[in-house]
Structures are given as structure tokens and as C-alpha cells.
């Protein structure tokens, strides 16, 4: 959109306009969906039987809070959101494995050492699944624009073919450029 286009709305719609075009909000948003997802499953998974999942589920209701708000400050403590989806790499996958760490250990050590829940077993177990769940379903989330990106661009079959001369250093800044910009350029190869 045109830095003009919400300026120019009124009320409501620029509100709207204004919300569905920042990115760190839905990022934020499937995280926390995601996060709550991972750690209903690792309850579901480590208590399998239903009437053990009905006995532990009063246990699962007051830590939920608390560990998807660990997550999220682990999460934006170390950095997640400050990386672009489409360039997602390596060092990104590293952050979202310092946050998946840092927010369940928070949550773990917060749960059993705090009064309001020693009156409990809690599980620990449950805090491991939630932790591989989460790094599992964060990064793929991540990486899945960046897949995406990337087969939309290969699949265009339109535009000016270009061949690129030279495969190393070089021609890689030269792809990532073509691949960045939304030119009508189409990738045939290298020399």
C-alpha cells in the first residue's frame, strides 16, 4: 500500500488498513496461536489416557498463562520478531531454539518453584514435548513463507529470462538481489 492509501480512510477502515499491514502484529498473533496449540498437545500427549488428561487438567488450565506469556517475552527478548520472514535462515532458526528454551524453562522453573501450584504434581515431562513442539511448528511457520516465496518465484513464467555469469559469491548477492525485488526478471541459470 501506498503510505498515502490510510491517510486517506477514515474511521474504522483506516484502523483496519492500518492493523492488517503490520506484520509483527500477525507474527505475534500465530506465535501465541501456535505456542497454545504446542502446549495443549504436549498435555494431550503426555497424559494420553482421558481420564489422566481430566485429572491434570485443572494443572493445565492455571500454568497455560503463564507459560504462553514466558514464551512470548522469551520470544521477543530474544529477538524473533526483529528478522524478515521472507530471508529467513540459519541464525533466525538458532533465535526461535534460544526463545523455545529460554520461555519454557521460565515457565517450568516459575511453575514448580511458585506456592500457588507446589500443592500439585506437576509433570516436567509435558515442558520437553512443549518445548520440541514449538521449535518444530515456530520454525516451520517461519520457513513456510520463505518456501512459498520461493516456488511462487520459480513457478512465474513470465518476464525477461536472464542467465547469470558466474556461480559463486557473486552470483548468489545477484539472485538474492533478483529475488528480492518484484521485477519481471525470470532466473534461467548460471555460467
Same mark, same amino acid.
Given at each position: 500500500?501506498?503510505?498515502?492509501?490510510?491517510?486517506?480512510?477514515?474511521?474504522?477502515?483506516?484502523?483496519?488498513?492500518?492493523?492488517?499491514?503490520?506484520?509483527?502484529?500477525?507474527?505475534?498473533?500465530?506465535?501465541?496461536?501456535?505456542?497454545?496449540?504446542?502446549?495443549?498437545?504436549?498435555?494431550?500427549?503426555?497424559?494420553?489416557?482421558?481420564?489422566?488428561?481430566?485429572?491434570?487438567?485443572?494443572?493445565?488450565?492455571?500454568?497455560?498463562?503463564?507459560?504462553?506469556?514466558?514464551?512470548?517475552?522469551?520470544?521477543?527478548? #530474544?529477538?524473533?520478531?526483529? !528478522? +524478515?520472514?521472507?530471508?529467513?535462515?540459519?541464525?533466525? *532458526?538458532? &533465535?526461535?531454539? $534460544?526463545? %523455545?528454551?529460554?520461555?519454557?524453562?521460565?515457565?517450568?522453573?516459575?511453575?514448580?518453584?511458585?506456592?500457588?501450584?507446589?500443592?500439585?504434581?506437576?509433570?516436567?515431562? #509435558?515442558?520437553?514435548?512443549? !518445548? +520440541?513442539?514449538?521449535?518444530?511448528?515456530?520454525?516451520? *511457520?517461519? &520457513?513456510?513463507? $520463505?518456501? %512459498?516465496?520461493?516456488?511462487?518465484?520459480?513457478?512465474?513464467?513470465?518476464?525477461?529470462?536472464?542467465?547469470?555469469?558466474?556461480?559463486?559469491?557473486?552470483?548468489?548477492? #545477484?539472485?538474492?538481489?533478483?529475488?528480492?525485488?518484484?521485477?519481471?526478471?525470470?532466473?534461467?541459470?548460471?555460467?
Amino acid at each position: 500500500y501506498e503510505d498515502g492509501d490510510v491517510a486517506q480512510e477514515s474511521g474504522v477502515k483506516a484502523i483496519v488498513v492500518e492493523f492488517m499491514h503490520k506484520r509483527r502484529v500477525a507474527a505475534v498473533l500465530l506465535d501465541s496461536a501456535l505456542v497454545s496449540l504446542c502446549y495443549y498437545v504436549a498435555y494431550r500427549l503426555r497424559f494420553e489416557d482421558p481420564h489422566d488428561f481430566a485429572r491434570n487438567f485443572d494443572m493445565f488450565q492455571r500454568s497455560f498463562p503463564i507459560v504462553v506469556a514466558a514464551q512470548m517475552i522469551a520470544f521477543f527478548a #530474544v529477538g524473533v520478531y526483529r !528478522g +524478515v520472514w521472507r530471508h529467513f535462515g540459519l541464525i533466525d *532458526s538458532l &533465535a526461535i531454539a $534460544r526463545g %523455545v528454551f529460554f520461555g519454557a524453562l521460565t515457565a517450568q522453573l516459575f511453575i514448580t518453584y511458585i506456592r500457588y501450584f507446589q500443592f500439585f504434581a506437576y509433570s516436567r515431562t #509435558v515442558f520437553a514435548i512443549y !518445548g +520440541v513442539l514449538v521449535l518444530i511448528a515456530v520454525t516451520l *511457520s517461519r &520457513a513456510s513463507f $520463505r518456501l %512459498v516465496g520461493e516456488f511462487v518465484q520459480r513457478q512465474k513464467r513470465s518476464g525477461t529470462r536472464v542467465v547469470i555469469y558466474g556461480a559463486g559469491d557473486g552470483g548468489g548477492l #545477484v539472485i538474492r538481489e533478483l529475488l528480492s525485488r518484484d521485477t519481471e526478471n525470470r532466473l534461467v541459470g548460471f555460467i
